[in-house]
């Protein structure tokens, strides 16, 4: 850009690459006497900074992406790399597949972000999507091919449409629940899923945690359980890794659980799951939902429209209302922060009512 400067002078201002800047460009410019010596001066540091980029500059992002994507999903697990994969596919290369990295926009990421807001994608999925498109351009901007990474100046929406809560269970309930997954076979009851719901009813645990726990990661003599692995499903697959957030942790049993568990576990190798399919294989998450989980929340009006998610909701807001700190509910939970343990305590369906009496309890005192 040349303009003006002083009344007698010309200045000449360029965007450069600078890698040490949080933005990953600067601004760098000079005075001149003559307009023509500024707009020489600029035409020269252009030239420079476009010898500089890669050859890839030119690529469009789909040819890009699929270059480079077995570097960038390797900060991410099996099943995170296979959704941001899906991302890419689904929504960012039908938008710009057929764009040169070099000239996507941060205003055509806007506009595409409004128009899949238009389209009912929500808001979520379309952060996923930026996500994805991110890592790619970041590892451009990183390599030399582009002097910004574009997504990062784009706001990602706000899902702003109300959401249905419903309140959390009670353990009564969560027991209720669980005996109404008892199936009846030719050769007796079938417990397993019974004992499944209630183990994740009550300890909180990630269904992929749940379905990969064997008998040595009980410890039941001291009301505990270990959390080190779990199943995810990737592609129809089933991948084993470490939990979400990478790390093992130890979760409280009740007694009653304790009870289930033990017998569950009797007479089985400590290498055995807990909570075996057929074949000892793991159970999946489909299976139970067809199998019993479905039959209940659609028969019964206390729990219909639960997920099996929900289940976690319950575990941890009861946790909480027995009186154990939030802190030591985000260390069972397995959570990254206090923030994430917050969303998944929910109100209890006498809550207002508790609440209003301690209210008259409290204005009869001071009154």
Not at 34 to 59: F, G, H, Q, S
Not at 152 to 159: K, L
Not at 172 to 184: G, K, P, T
Request: net charge positive; charged share 25%; with cysteine.
């Amino acid at each position: 850009m040349i303009r003006r400067y002083r009344q007698t002078r010309w200045q000449a201002r360029v965007t450069v690459r600078d890698p040490a800047r949080s933005r990953g460009y600067a601004e760098i410019s000079r005075t001149f006497d003559t307009r023509r010596e500024a707009e020489k001066w600029e035409a020269t540091r252009k030239r420079e900074e476009r010898a500089r980029r890669t050859p890839d500059a030119r690529l469009k992002l789909s040819v890009y992406a699929e270059k480079v994507w077995p570097i960038v999903s390797m900060r991410w697990k099996e099943k995170t790399a296979a959704g941001m994969r899906g991302a890419l596919t689904t929504r960012v290369f039908p938008m710009f597949g057929s764009v040169r990295v070099s000239d996507i926009r941060s205003t055509r990421i806007d506009a595409a972000v409004a128009e899949w807001l238009a389209s009912g994608v929500s808001a979520s999925t379309i952060a996923d999507s930026l996500a994805a498109m991110n890592a790619v351009l970041d590892y451009a901007w990183r390599d030399g091919a582009i002097d910004q990474n574009p997504v990062r100046m784009v706001r990602r929406p706000v899902d702003v449409r109300p959401k249905p809560s419903r309140p959390a269970l009670t353990l009564a309930q969560v027991r209720r629940l669980a005996d109404l997954c008892l199936v009846s076979s030719r050769t007796g009851t079938v417990t397993v899923y019974r004992d499944l719901v209630l183990c994740l009813g009550t300890t909180g645990l990630r269904f992929g945690e749940a379905i990969a726990l064997r008998a040595a990661d009980l410890d039941l003599p001291r009301g505990r359980l270990l959390v080190s692995r779990s199943f995810v499903e990737v592609d129809g697959r089933l991948v084993l890794q470490t939990p979400k957030s990478g790390r093992s942790r130890t979760v409280p049993v009740p007694g009653f659980l304790a009870d289930v568990l033990r017998a569950r576990v009797a007479n089985l190798p400590l290498t055995a799951l807990v909570f075996e399919g057929r074949n000892g294989a793991p159970i999946r998450n489909n299976t139970l939902r067809k199998a019993v989980w479905n039959r209940v929340v659609r028969s019964d009006p206390m729990f219909a429209g639960m997920r099996i998610h929900d289940l976690r909701s319950a575990a941890l807001t009861n946790f909480s209302l027995a009186g154990v700190p939030i802190t030591d509910v985000q260390q069972i939970a397995g959570h990254s922060s206090l923030v994430v343990t917050s969303r998944y305590a929910r109100p209890r369906e006498d809550a207002v009512s508790r609440a209003a009496a301690a209210l008259d309890a409290f204005s009869t005192d001071v009154g």
